[in-house]
């Protein structure tokens, strides 16, 4: 009865501790607003883009009907030591969020002692005492200080798989601008070496004519200094693919022969077939990229550790204890025993620190105001980017109408200065002013439409390139739906 009277009065003020932090449980201290105001426009101020055939943006690459451009990308993502980089943050994050969550409960752990005592009497026997036993701690999370660690972990684990999207579709993005630069540099080799072979013929008709007296030795020079340019053209023009090639080799990790070959089996538009619908709504819009969430899960995670390091000012209550089997064997004889204990039961009472928890408190106040600098910065540079698109494809639209038409005009014009000076009646200069427009024309039509193909793929990048927040569900190692 008396050992059962002593074990009622100590587990009496143990139990009183555990109700009191249960009922302080609800204690919790709470950080500044973990959702703000993102103060975004209520509507575009750019046109939308219209006419055409619009997809979505998730998987839009396979939609141009150029498997190439599909397989160069997934690639890219799968070789990019971006995308690998932002899944080892988000790897890290997931690591973080199930190590906070693990201070909310009890830590276990098992040990296991032998200890051999000898006597300096010979009337005491040496003894061996041996013990196992399971010990447990529990730091009762009284003000929250545990679980808003937790919580700013869950947001930056959140916001960690939406980098991971967001570095996806940036390769993606690089991937076809470099692709579409490719192949308008294809166009404009092509046009280049027609010129120098038209400059070249020009410039032996010229010397011809020269020779038979008809031509002065100073339009024979011009002709041989024209061909000498257009050759200088196509060999610098020539240099630029080789360039574009060795730069899709870069990205894509895909052998140059290879490569090579499969950028010969045919040949594609200078601008995207397809394009993208985009909501009459910039907050819709603005929902889908995982950049601006990102920088909103960073808000949420820096009003966490406020509530966290204010929490981290008040008393903290721990508790642990152990249950086991002992034995002790002496002079031939063995004892087992059961052992257990409970305690100690510790409160933390900070009282003097220098100020070292206020100043946590503050830092982590600066960095929450900074975080919600930064996502209403994202805010409004997202705004931008899809704007300025927006701005670029209407520009593109329209340029492309005058271009061509500029384009058929000079080749129209070019053809008969040609065909004049052939027949005698037109003379050199002419013929060179006119190839000079032409040649002006031809470039600028396929640069339009090379403009023409960036500022689609700059309002894939902008809309978020078919992220959704429902993406934060997806794990590290689920590879996703190729951008």
């Known amino acids: 009865m008396k050992a059962a009277a002593r074990h009622f009065n100590f587990i009496r003020p143990v139990a009183l501790a555990v109700a009191i932090a249960l009922a302080l449980g609800g204690c919790a201290l709470s950080g500044p607003p973990a959702a703000v105001d993102a103060q975004g426009p209520a509507q575009w101020h750019a046109p939308l883009p219209h006419g055409g055939t619009v997809d979505g943006l998730s998987g839009w690459w396979r939609s141009q009907g150029d498997p190439l451009l599909a397989e160069l990308v997934a690639a890219a993502q799968a070789a990019s030591p971006t995308v690998a980089a932002a899944r080892s943050r988000l790897a890290q994050a997931r ?227 152990s249950i086991g089997r002992g034995q002790i064997h002496a002079a031939g004889e063995s004892v087992t025993a059961n052992t257990w204990t409970i305690g100690p039961v510790q409160v933390t009472l900070p009282i003097f620190d220098a100020g070292r928890r206020r100043a946590s408190v503050e830092a982590a106040q ?16 997202a705004v931008s980017e899809v704007e300025q698109a927006l701005v670029n494809l209407q520009g593109t639209d329209q340029r492309t109408v005058q271009a061509q038409a500029a384009l058929e005009g000079y080749r129209a014009s070019f053809a008969a200065a040609e065909d004049l000076y052939r027949n005698g009646m037109g003379s050199l200069l002419q013929l060179e002013d006119s190839r000079r427009t032409r040649l002006a024309a031809e470039n600028a039509m396929i640069a339009v439409q090379r403009e023409r193909s960036a500022a689609w793929i700059a309002l894939y990048r902008a809309a978020g390139g078919g992220w959704n927040r429902d993406n934060t569900n997806t794990s590290v190692m689920t590879t996703a739906s190729n951008p």
């Open 366 to 381: 600066e960095r929450y105001e900074a975080a919600v600098t930064t996502y209403r910065g994202s805010v409004r540079q």
């Open 95 to 321: 690591e973080g969020r199930v190590a906070a969550g693990a201070a909310l409960a009890p830590t276990v752990d098992a040990a296991l002692t032998s200890t051999r005592a000898s006597q300096q009497s010979a009337d005491l026997p040496s003894n061996t005492t041996s013990q196992g036993y399971l010990q447990a701690s529990w730091e009762i999370d009284i003000f929250g200080a545990n679980r808003a660690a937790r919580d700013a972990a869950q947001a930056r684990y959140e916001g960690a798989q939406a980098g991971w999207h967001d570095a996806r579709v940036s390769v993606a993005a690089d991937t076809a601008n470099t692709y579409y630069q490719f192949r308008a540099c294809e166009k404009l080799l092509d046009v280049a070496r027609q010129d120098a072979a038209s400059r070249a013929d020009t410039a032996r008709l010229t010397e011809l004519t020269a020779q038979a007296g008809f031509e002065a030795p100073a339009s024979l020079a011009l002709a041989r200094a024209s061909a000498a340019d257009g050759a200088n053209r196509e060999i610098a023009q020539r240099a630029q693919c080789e360039v574009d090639v060795k730069t899709l080799v870069a990205l894509t990790a895909i052998a140059e022969p290879e490569l090579r070959s499969r950028l010969a089996a045919g040949t594609a538009g200078l601008s995207p077939a397809r394009g993208i619908a985009i909501d009459s709504l910039p907050a819709q819009t603005l929902a889908q990229r995982p950049d601006v969430f990102n920088a909103e899960r960073e808000v949420a995670a820096a009003s966490f550790e406020v509530a966290g390091t204010r929490a981290r000012r008040y008393p903290r209550l721990g508790i642990a204890g």
